[in-house]
């Protein structure tokens, strides 16, 4: 039989996975989550949760992944012949997911031309992002993400992710390093006379502000933390599962997946550090929106204000986010194709072909959500939104808790722990948290992946 193909080791893995992981929930989602969520409050409860919550979901799909050496639809099949919906339900969110990522990418590829060719200036102008994707020339730079995604996948496992998530991820880390030590040295003065510096900016992050702090406010800054780190780990999609598929026997599972945490983990926190003090020095932490708001909205006035320095920090910053987004939107591609070749007996240069024709006229249509295709729809978590808002909604938001839900109860109550430990302690590899894994996935991940569900639904809100 032809040798499924994989990655070459564990740093092959670790970086490929990490790729998938870090992404712009850690750049644009995290920061703002912990500015409102009460700073260190918010990152203790994150931590705790990194370590029991995420690392029980990451480690569910890495086992099921290299146990099966199959991709979610059949891996699920084999687990339990019944549950091969679940599987087939676990492909879609990447199907789904696919339709817009790519989208997001082209924003960012967009305004690095910006910052490439003037001084940032635009970036600033009125309606400056507003303007730009209701134009429906906005498409090209989507097609250009996903055209770049699809030839890194039609390349294969290691010659293709592998090889760009190496050389990407470094560079990645070091730039964020980077700007987080360049934005703790920030200083201006604000009207009061006073000077606002990027110290007093990272004290703010840190500081765990627990004034007023209500039980209600408690839960909703778990509740918070929780759906961030379900995102941001890319679990209960199947990426996680193809990933794993493609990870050699010899590989020790416990050391990888505590790298993974470590990575994605360390990145979230020093984009916190990138971005806080930085927003704090120049603008004050009032007016700290979310997600396409702050990346191209409020920190462009941020590199706006720094001057010439903000021209260079602008331009690594969305190359460094460009990259992120690119070794996620990857793994996005990646576990559809794997699905598909699995289902369809296919090699995988025509699934790629297929799917990259498909999913050019996708991130087209998504992109044109903003202009030819506009709707605004009412959504059932109480926001409104275009198409993309739309497709991750029911991915990200719907989907992952509900799926999150039925496999701890299949692994916790059906298949039993023990199948996953099974896996962990393969070649007499020592697997550490063995009794945190158990509870977790018995007792409190489908208590834990209810309450998200409801909260998604709009339920709980009511
Ligand atoms: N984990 C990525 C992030 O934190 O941005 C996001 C992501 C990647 C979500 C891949 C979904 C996905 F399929």
Sequence with gaps: MKQKSG?????????????????????????YLAAKDGGGLFLIIYLVLVFTVGFTLLTTDIAIGRKTGKSAIYAYQEMKKKWKFLGILTFFVPVLIMTYYAVIGGWILKYITIYLTGSGKEAVE?????NFISSPSSVWFGLIFMFLTALI????????????????????LLMVIGIAIFSLTLKHPVEDGTVRTGLQGLKIYLTPDVKGLTVTRFLQISLDAMSQLFFSLSVSMGIMITYGSYVKKDVNLNKSISQIELMDTGVALLAGVM????VYVFSGLDGMSAGPGLMFIS????????????????LMFFILTAFAALTSCISVLESITANCMELFHAERKKVTSILTVIYLAATAIIALGYSTFYVEAQLPNGSTGQLLDIMDYISNSFMMPFIALLSSILIGWIVKPSWIEEEMELN?????????????????MPVIMFILFLQSTGLLNK
């Design 7 to 31: 990655f070459s080791g564990q740093l092959g893995f670790v970086f490929a996975a990490a790729g998938s992981a870090v992404g712009v929930g850690n750049l644009w989602r995290f920061p």
């Design 126 to 130: 009125s309606n400056c992002f507003t």
């Design 153 to 172: 996948v039609y390349n294969g496992v290691e010659k293709g992710i592998e090889r760009v998530s190496k050389f990407i991820m470094p560079i990645l």
């Design 275 to 278: 971005i806080i003090p930085a």
């Design 299 to 314: 920190l462009p006035n941020v590199f706006y204000s720094m001057g010439l320095a903000g021209r260079i920090i602008g």
């Design 428 to 444: 007499g590899n020592k697997f550490k948290r063995k009794k945190l894994y158990n509870v977790m996935i018995r007792y409190i």
